[in-house]
C-alpha cells in the first residue's frame, strides 16, 4: 500500500505541475497578442537573448562543425566516402546540430539568468509591487522575454549554422586537403530549403520553451536564496529536456 499510495501522490503532483505549467503559457501567450505591449522591454531581452550570446553560439557551431568534419572523414574513409564529408557536414549542422546546440547554449545561459532574476523580484516582493502599481507581471516580466526568445533564436542558429558550415570547410581544406571548390560544390548541392527552414522553426520552438521555463521556474521560486537557486537549476533541466523532446517530435514531423 505504501509504494502505490507513493506513486498516487508522484503522480498528483506531475498533474498538478502540469496544470500549473498550461495555465502560465495560457496566460503568458494571451499578454504576448493583446495591447499593451513593452517594446523597450523586448528590444532589451533581444538584445540580450540575440547579440549577448551570438559568441558562445558562434563558438560552439564553428568547433563542431569542425569536429564533425574530422570524425565524418576518420568514419568514411573506412568506406572510401570521404567525397560524402561536405554534405553530411551541412546537413548535419542545419537539420540538428546547429539548432540543438544553440538551444543547449541558450537555455545555460539566457534560462538561467530569467529565473534568476525573476527569482529575485519574486522573493523580495518586487513582483507584488508590480501589481500594486496595476502593472500586470505578465505583460511586463512575461511577455517580453518569450516574444524576444521566440523570435531571436532563429537568428542566432541561421548565424550558427553558416559558422559551422564553415568551421567543416576550413578543416576539410585545410587539414584533410580536400579542394575548396569541389567541397563548396558538394555542399550547394544535396541543400534543400526544407533543411533550412526545419532548423529554424525547431529554434523558434526551442525559444519559446527556453523563455517559458524561465519566466515559469522564476516567477514560482520561494524561500529565499536557496529557493532563487533551485529555480534557475529547474530552469535549465527542464528546458533542456523539453528541447531534446520537442526536437525528435519536429524531426518526426518534417522528415517522417
Known amino acids: 500500500m505504501g509504494f502505490l499510495s507513493g506513486i498516487g501522490r508522484a503522480t498528483l503532483v506531475f498533474l498538478a505541475a ?30 540580450e537573448i540575440g547579440y549577448n550570446s551570438l559568441p558562445v553560439v558562434g563558438l560552439t557551431a564553428l568547433f563542431t562543425g569542425m569536429v564533425l568534419a574530422l570524425q565524418s572523414y576518420n568514419g568514411f574513409a573506412r568506406f572510401n566516402a570521404s567525397s560524402a564529408i561536405a554534405t553530411v557536414v551541412v546537413l ?35 513582483v507584488d509591487a508590480l501589481s500594486t502599481l496595476s502593472t500586470n507581471p505578465y505583460k511586463y516580466l512575461v511577455a ?54 526545419s532548423g529554424l522553426v525547431k529554434a523558434a520552438a526551442f525559444g519559446f520553451i527556453i523563455s517559458l521555463m524561465g519566466c515559469y521556474n522564476g516567477y514560482h521560486s520561494k524561500g529565499g536564496a536557496q529557493g532563487v537557486g533551485a529555480a534557475t537549476t529547474h530552469a535549465v533541466v527542464s528546458a533542456s529536456i523539453m528541447i531534446l523532446m520537442i526536437n525528435y517530435l519536429l524531426t518526426g514531423l518534417f522528415f517522417s
Open 92 to 126: 548535419s549542422i542545419t537539420r540538428e546540430l546547429g539548432p540543438v546546440m544553440a538551444g543547449l547554449m541558450v537555455a545555460g545561459r539566457v534560462g538561467a539568468a530569467m529565473a534568476a532574476e525573476i527569482g529575485t523580484m519574486r522573493v523580495t516582493e518586487q
Open 18 to 47: 502540469t496544470g500549473r505549467l498550461a495555465l502560465f503559457t495560457a496566460r503568458g501567450l494571451s499578454h504576448c497578442v493583446r495591447p499593451p505591449y513593452y517594446p523597450r522591454l523586448i528590444l532589451r531581452q533581444m538584445r
Open 144 to 197: 517580453p522575454r518569450i516574444l524576444a526568445g521566440t523570435l531571436m533564436l532563429p537568428c542566432l542558429v541561421l548565424v550558427a549554422d553558416i559558422i559551422g558550415v564553415f568551421g567543416g570547410y576550413v578543416v576539410s581544406i585545410y587539414r584533410l586537403g580536400f579542394n575548396p571548390s569541389s567541397y563548396l560544390s558538394s555542399t550547394v548541392q544535396y541543400l534543400q530549403t526544407i533543411d533550412v527552414v
